[in-house]
């Protein structure tokens, strides 16, 4: 029992030591220190005082902040364009919100559930970018109402300072003034910090609000999505015909439509006028611009004459202008392509014509007929008898139409019209799949799953009717391309002129792969997929893989790759247009302009490849410390190439060699082609191309013979006859010298008499020529010209002499005379 209670006791005493966060006990009789109450705290938190003799100074400095503070307090032209139409966005957010419930509750097709989240999104992006600039503003003045606050504490406590020390009156005065202003200033603070609070808070209302109908859509889109596959409606032979009193009015319908088109001309009055601007400037300028074009012929190897987008300048300038939406429209692309598809109806359809053949016309005008159809068709959907017996009868035209165009031969026709005989083969596929298509929806709506049969028949119609689209906007701008490159200021560019229609081919498979990409993003919208495949793409290339302190993802990867590629385009293209249209026009000294654009090269490669980096999300700092790792590698292992690499800038920037001279380097002899990172091309005279190391021509003996002053002396031997008069012989060598054409008068050609040989008088010709690129014709024709001067002057050439003589053996005594 002891034992226990001396237990009990130990663990009490334990508690009591943790519970007062003491290691020991106080000594007996000691007392505690008292803790430190909130006005000790405060005084050891505040500022101290300022001296008395820097009252003054610190009085004119508070002066400047706050006339500094006054200048940046009002609200900025962006703050208060986002107070001018906060309000109005507001309402028609309350007005959209209404719509969109009640479009949920309708249970609209993906197509309008996504019209209604490009909306949103977009407003929502609208206001993420306001609350951002709000915030930036909130948090400035926060800062500045600390800045005051702290400002109050110190002169409060200096005046306390100043009266304890009583000092003169004038200094108390300064610090109450100084006081009252800071007093002004914070008031002024705190009121426009409960502005910017208060529109903070409208704001985030209205970002609660977008997330929550896009929340709203993305529910219903899922269950409509979820839906597709289940008979939602009665098989159409157990339609019952409702009583008259019953059907809901098409009026009302309309009536919503036209509410929504006011809604949107309200919302976007000014990109309206800016598109209506953009009409009536194209439609001038097709005007203008069609006289001019009617004596241009088409390309060889297309079709596309320049004169068919001036034969029509008003439907053209339509086509061309709805297709601008597009751009115009960028946040809400599915409206754009509303807006494009109604208002490109009429003058596509003129375009069109022009393209085919007359027989084929009528089957252009059912196809396009489709489209106003499926516009009718969508007013009628309260009605479902009505609007499900015209969904069945627009099924089987489609199906007829699409049967003939197959089995008649006419595709190819179309598909030549088009432009595309290339892709012949595919877009008969297509043709055969949308087929298929029609006549699954015709299925699916007959045995009751409407949804469905709306998805794939909408889908296919819509996809055909934006690919007419496509095709009258691309040979339109195929025509406008054809024009541009034939008339000024672009034919006077030395690039049209030399690679005109190579510019040209390349400008119109642009155009058609725009096109074609335009027209796959379209149709996958149309068919509900493209929302998903994003949210799905978006993931895929989000996802990271860690290897150590390295991550990387498939996003930075593509990146990386595009940024670099992208980089060497551009690198081409402005070595193009500066080899084509800008050296050209300079007067630069030989081999500058092949320094200077390989500079440009690799200075756009060079900051591609950084930005490719800070794509892949790699940091630069750690990039240099790794350079630095790897210097020592880099001077024992790559010394050569990093020697060729250096050498190679020495040769650009300092030219002693340029592109175009004739070299030569050691045994090799020929004319410099290329000067490249590593090595440098030689042309050799026999034909051979000669990779020689840049730092040979660098640290080697290198004869260059092609001379800064592009001129060359020509050294021609001649021998004359003894019996010669020198004088003469050096008149008809300066007389020939001088006739030939090449030679020119500067230096003047010397003619040198050389001394006497063993069978000849020795003679030199010493002409220059500045025509490098045939200094071995110009000695050619001019010693064939020498020759032809001697024979006519009577001189002659000796053949080399010489003489032998044999001298006999001398005769001795004992031979006896024999």
Request: glycine fraction near 8%; charged fraction near 20%; include cysteine.
């Amino acid at each position: 029992m002891v034992r226990t209670y001396r237990i009990a006791a130990l663990a009490l005493l334990v508690c009591a030591l943790v519970l007062s966060g003491s290691p020991t006990l106080p000594p007996a009789g000691a007392q505690s220190p008292p803790s430190p109450g909130p006005a000790q705290k405060v005084a050891a938190d505040a500022p101290p005082p300022i001296p008395i003799a820097e009252v003054a100074g610190r009085a004119d400095e508070v002066g400047a902040l706050l006339r500094t503070l006054d200048e940046q307090l009002p609200s900025s032209a962006q703050i208060k364009r986002i107070e001018q139409e906060l309000s109005p966005l507001s309402e028609r957010l309350a007005d959209r919100f209404e719509q969109t419930k009640q479009t949920i509750g309708s249970r609209h097709a993906l197509g309008t559930l996504d019209t209604l989240v490009d909306f949103w999104r977009s407003n929502r992006a609208t206001l993420t970018t306001w609350m951002a600039t709000v915030t930036e503003r909130a948090d400035w003045l926060e800062q500045q109402r600390a800045e005051l606050a702290k400002l109050g504490a110190t002169w409060t406590r200096t005046r306390a300072e100043v009266r304890a020390a009583k000092a003169p009156p004038e200094v108390s005065q300064r610090i109450m003034d100084v006081l009252a202003t800071l007093a002004g200033a914070q008031a002024r603070v705190e009121a426009e910090r409960a502005t910017t609070l208060v529109l903070q808070d409208r704001i985030s209302r209205e970002l609660t609000r977008a997330d929550s109908a896009l929340a709203q859509i993305a529910q219903a889109r899922r269950q409509t999505a979820g839906s597709l596959l289940m008979l939602d409606s009665p098989p159409i032979w157990r339609l019952s015909i409702p009583p008259p009193g019953s059907r809901a009015p098409v009026g009302a319908a309309l009536a919503t439509l036209v509410a929504a088109v006011r809604g949107f001309v309200d919302e976007h009055s000014d990109r309206i006028a800016l598109h209506l601007t953009l009409l009536l400037v194209l439609v001038g300028f097709l005007w203008w611009a069609r006289g001019r074009a009617r004596g241009l012929s088409a390309p060889e190897g297309t079709t596309a004459s320049p004169a068919m987008a001036f034969d029509q300048p008003v439907a053209a300038a339509l086509v061309l202008g709805m297709l601008a939406a597009f751009w115009i429209y960028a946040n809400e692309p599915r409206t754009a392509r509303l807006i494009v598809e109604i208002g490109v109806f009429l003058p596509m359809v003129v375009i069109l014509r022009q393209l085919v053949d007359p027989p084929m016309r009528p089957a252009l005008y059912a196809m396009a007929g489709f489209f106003p159809v499926d516009v009718l068709r969508d007013l009628l959907v309260q009605r479902p008898v009505l609007e499900r017996g015209l969904f069945v009868l627009e099924m089987l035209a489609a199906a007829a139409l699409l049967g003939w165009f197959i089995r008649s031969g006419r595709l190819d026709d179309l598909i030549a019209a088009s432009g595309g005989s290339g892709s012949a083969r595919w877009r008969k596929d297509l043709f055969k799949l949308a087929l298929v298509a029609v006549l699954a929806a015709l299925a699916a709506d007959v045995v009751g799953n409407v949804s469905l049969a709306r998805l794939v028949g909408s889908g296919v119609l819509s996809s055909g009717y934006l690919a007419m689209v496509l095709v009258a906007g691309r040979r339109l701008a195929e025509g406008l391309v054809t024009f541009a490159l034939r008339v000024r200021p672009l034919v006077r560019l030395r690039m049209v002129v030399h690679h005109g229609p190579r510019l040209e081919r390349r400008a119109h498979a642009l155009l058609r792969a725009s096109s074609i990409i335009v027209w796959a993003v379209g149709t996958i919208d149309y068919f509900g997929v493209l929302l998903p495949g994003v949210t799905i793409a978006r993931q895929i290339l989000a996802a990271n893989l860690a290897m150590g302190a390295l991550s990387l993802s498939l996003g930075d990867v593509l990146a990386f790759g595009l940024t670099v590629y992208l980089a060497s385009v551009v690198s081409s293209l402005v070595q193009f247009v500066l080899a084509e249209d800008v050296f050209p026009r300079l007067n630069l000294r030989p081999g500058l302009p092949y320094a200077l654009s390989s500079l440009v090269k690799y200075a756009i490669v060079s900051v591609g490849f950084i930005l490719a980096l800070l794509a892949l999300g790699i940091n630069l700092n750690r990039v240099t410390v790794l350079g630095g790792a790897l210097g020592v590698g880099v001077g024992f292992g790559l010394q050569n190439i990093v020697n060729n690499f250096v050498s190679g800038l020495i040769l650009l920037f300092e030219r002693p060699v340029r592109v175009g001279d004739a070299v030569q380097i050691g045994d090799v002899q020929g004319e410099v082609r290329r000067i490249g990172i590593r090595a440098t091309t030689v042309r050799a005279w026999e034909g051979a191309e000669v990779i020689v190391p840049n730092s040979q021509l660098v640290a080697d003996r290198v004869t260059n013979w092609t001379p800064a002053d592009y001129r060359r002396r020509l050294d021609i031997p001649v021998n004359v006859a003894y019996g010669t008069a020198p004088d003469k012989v050096l008149q008809v060598l300066i007389e020939v010298a001088k006739g030939h054409p090449d030679i020119i008068a500067l230096p003047a050609p010397v003619a040198l008499f050389l001394g006497f040989g063993d069978s000849a008088l020795q003679f030199q010709i010493r002409a220059w020529t500045n025509r490098l690129d045939r200094h071995l014709l110009v000695r050619s024709e001019l010693g064939v010209a020498v020759y032809a001067a001697l024979q006519e002057a009577g001189f002659s050439i000796p053949f080399p002499q010489q003489e032998v003589r044999i001298h006999p053996p001398a005769l001795s005594p004992e031979s006896g005379g024999r």
